[in-house]
């Protein structure tokens, strides 16, 4: 029986929001894969986002994913835009082991404009600015940041120039969002988000073979540079991937990874799941409210109460002006 033959429940697939590592040995390819959607759903929902926007912060949500699963420490990763754009904010951040939360802020008016003259890809939303990535590793240790521009490029694009730029590490990223209406149990339609990924990384046992030359230095750089063979077949390969098989529920991260891999003999590794969790609380945000002076507390205060409501989450959290003493 060929692979092709069984049903995605038999082979004990993933599912969605849970992280596939996997290796392609023959390729010296190391990467993972994923397929969001409950989870992405709940992070959508609850901010009632344009379609635009809401498609960007999904894919920002999947790279965060991806490469957040891949930290070995307690910690956090945090992907920024900041740019001026009609979406001049996207932030999402991935906490070990497997929080994740995004939000974005964005210009009706510029957003209703762009719209209109049909400029609703992420580098025309976004426009130009910076894409930052945060390795927050606590309280004791230095934040490591790499930064990249939004030169309108993709947002795959411009991760592989970040890892090419600060890991020196060939790689490929693919991102896939997709809106689904179907109906639910009482027959009632209903709007659904999807969205898939992988980021497929060179990773052979001489280093040698990694390196590749800088990024051009601009008008007249020499673009002629040898790639190694293995790693231009995985390119290929990655290349192919269509954002209908990273979204499609009956296609499956590890039914993708045998269509691409299966003749270098992939293996995939368990999965990793991943849930919508705000890491705010009571507590942090009284002490962040404490940090301010007794002049702002009262400025904020309506009837004796201070509210306050987390960007990521949307909860309200509402504090008697007696309980917020200033530092």
């Known amino acids: 029986m060929t692979e092709a033959d069984f049903g995605l429940g038999q082979f004990d697939f993933a599912g969605d929001d849970h992280v596939v590592p996997f290796q392609v040995e023959g390729l010296d390819v190391r990467g993972r894969a994923v397929q969001l ?16 926007v809401a498609r960007l912060v999904a894919e920002t949500v999947v790279l965060t994913v991806l490469l957040g699963t891949s930290l070995k420490f ?3 990763l945090i992907i920024q835009t900041k740019s001026n754009g009609p979406v001049d904010l996207v932030v999402a951040d991935f906490s070990t082991p497997d929080r994740v939360r995004a ?15 049909g ?21 004791h240790m230095q934040r490591y940041q790499g930064i990249v521009p939004l ?10 120039v970040y890892f090419r730029q600060s890991e020196q ?3 490929k990223v693919r991102l896939g969002v997709a809106e689904l209406l179907d109906r639910d149990e009482n027959g009632k339609p209903r709007h659904r988000w999807r969205a898939g990924g992988m ?14 030359r800088d990024l051009p230095g601009g008008d007249g750089a020499d673009d002629s540079f ?8 995985a390119s290929v390969m990655v290349q192919t991937i269509d954002a209908d098989e990273l979204t499609d529920p009956t296609v499956g991260t590890e039914r993708l990874l045998y269509r691409l891999f299966h003749e270098r003999g992939v293996k995939v590794y368990p999965p990793q799941a991943v849930f919508d969790k705000c890491s705010c609380s009571r507590e942090k945000l009284r002490d962040v409210l404490a940090s301010l002076s007794q002049e702002d507390v009262d400025h904020a205060a309506e009837d004796g109460l201070v509210s306050v409501t987390c960007e990521f989450c949307s909860t309200t959290y509402r504090f008697e002006a007696t309980e917020v003493k200033p530092q």
């Open 74 to 76: 307690e910690g956090k």
């Open 226 to 233: 040898e790639v190694d063979d293995l790693w231009g077949e």
């Open 37 to 52: 959607g409950p989870m992405l759903d709940a992070i959508l929902e609850r901010h009632n986002y344009p379609l635009p």
């Open 169 to 171: 590490i060939p790689t």
């Open 151 to 160: 030169d309108g490029a993709s947002l795959e694009e411009i991760a592989g």
């Open 119 to 139: 400029l609703t890809q992420p580098q025309h939303l976004l426009g130009e600015g910076i894409l930052a990535f945060t390795i927050d590793q606590g309280t």
């Open 103 to 117: 939000y974005a802020r964005y210009n009706e008016e510029a957003l209703a404009l762009a719209e209109k003259n």
């Open 199 to 212: 980021v497929a990384q060179f990773l052979p046992e001489t280093l040698e073979r990694m390196r590749q």
